[in-house]
């Protein structure tokens, strides 16, 4: 077979790599710093278990009173495959391709990369809109004010969260909601997010501004009654509760528990008001209640008084109520824009490479350094179709680092 000679292959890798890298605004705020673990071929949904550091409590005096090592840990899979591809027939190739690089890159190399970048972004907005258990706001309501986002920002402040680079992301009617408000309060943006980011909008409390299309809508399940905790001091990242036959918990939707109020991780107390700890049911699938004892996955995990990880003031009583979305009126079926307010230790994000196969007419694959996303592009020619084949291929990975310390859901309409 002829050599294909209207492009370098390895150049092509390198630039939709560029352009992909260039084009990221949400998982610029994931953490990459796992990619190393990932940095060989590996199969599609291989993890790694990330353990977190230990956590100690105080003792009083001078009598010796050890404690135990309790190692928790997380995991980060390695399981979404993203792929762009496209072929043209012999005819097509002879009488109709573009020539140029410039060509090529305008044509195709360019959307190829546009669109790796957007699908990397949603799944990023929607695993952070899963996963995230702090909220402000109103679901169904964009924020009007600032104010808001200050409520965001003291929510980070409560959990601990460590100073840092931090964004904001919203939707563009949240944008609009905010009305005058945006020159007069933002900080102009920095020079690197002016020239590269798509949507900058400025700083304010502490947030990077960023107008972002990859955030999701939420749609709340629906509950005809009370829910309540069944069995006192529950914790772990479960929970027995009881409905109405039938009411629904959608992935991603939040909750509070009575009398069960946050702390502050470091402290195990808190400072101001009391503020109810939110947790959020991260699915995969829509919980249907049967109307007995159910029990639902939740984040964070719950720990109580005494231990090590506390972040709650007290464990759930008997028969405790849960609020679904609280501060939302009547959150029954509502639905609204879920923004992002993100530290980089909330959620990682991390790339592998893909197995470079041989008897392909050619292949090449580049691998970000910074953000270790790989770009494997392949070109083989069909015998039987009398085709060249041409697919993008990218295999990247999401996983909660700190999702309690790090993430806040801002809710809008």
């Keep these: 077979m002829a050599t294909n000679n209207f492009v370098n292959t390895s150049w092509v890798s390198l630039e939709i790599l560029r352009l992909l890298v260039n084009k990221l605004v949400v998982s610029e705020y994931f953490n990459r710093n796992w990619e190393k673990d990932f940095n060989k071929e590996f199969a599609p949904g291989s993890t790694i278990q990330i353990k977190f550091p230990q956590r100690f409590t105080i003792v009083d005096g001078m009598g010796y009173s050890p404690q135990g090592i309790n190692r928790i840990t997380t995991t980060v899979a390695l399981d979404n495959w993203i792929q ?22 305008e044509n195709y190399w360019a959307p190829a990369g546009a669109a790796i970048a957007q699908e990397v972004d949603s799944r990023a907005a929607n695993w952070a809109r899963l996963n995230a258990s702090n909220l402000v706001g109103q679901l169904g309501t964009d924020p009007n004010s600032v104010q808001t986002y200050y409520q965001a920002r003291a929510v980070l402040e409560k959990e601990a969260c460590t100073p840092g680079r931090r964004c904001m992301l919203i939707s563009t009617s949240m944008m609009v909601a905010l009305g005058s408000n945006i020159t007069s309060v933002f900080n102009p943006p920095t020079e690197i997010s002016r020239m590269w980011k798509l949507g900058t909008i400025g700083q304010l409390a502490a947030f990077e501004f960023f107008e972002s299309n990859s955030l999701w809508t939420h749609t709340a399940g629906t509950w005809a009654a009370a829910v309540t905790v069944q069995g006192a001091g529950q914790s772990g990242g479960s929970l027995i509760i009881k409905g109405t036959a039938g009411d629904t918990i959608n992935p991603g939707d939040k ?10 991780p470091m402290t195990r107390r808190r400072a101001g008001p009391l503020t109810l700890r939110t947790f959020t049911y991260p699915g995969p699938s829509v ?5 007995g004892n159910d029990t639902i996955t939740i984040l964070p995990a719950i720990f109580g008084p005494g231990s090590q990880y506390q972040n709650v003031d007290a464990l759930p009583a008997n028969n405790a109520a849960l609020t679904l979305w609280p501060g939302t009126t009547s959150p029954n079926g509502k639905s609204g824009t879920i923004g992002l307010g993100l530290s980089r230790e909330a959620f990682a994000l991390v790339g592998g490479k893909l197995y470079l196969p041989k008897a392909v007419e050619s292949a090449a694959q580049q691998q970000d350094p910074d953000s270790g996303i790989a770009l494997r592009k392949v070109i083989a020619w069909d015998p039987v179709r009398s085709m060249q084949v041409n697919r993008y291929d990218s295999l990247i990975g999401y996983g909660n680092l700190y999702q309690q310390n790090g993430a806040v859901c801002v809710l809008g309409a």
Excluded: C, H, K, Q
Aim: negative net charge.
């Design 84 to 105: 762009v591809p496209f072929e043209w027939d012999d005819y097509e190739r002879a009488v109709r391709l573009e020539r140029s690089e410039e060509e090529l890159r």
């Design 287 to 291: 919980m249907t209640l049967t109307g």
């Design 255 to 264: 909750f509070s528990i009575a009398a069960t109020n946050m702390v502050n």
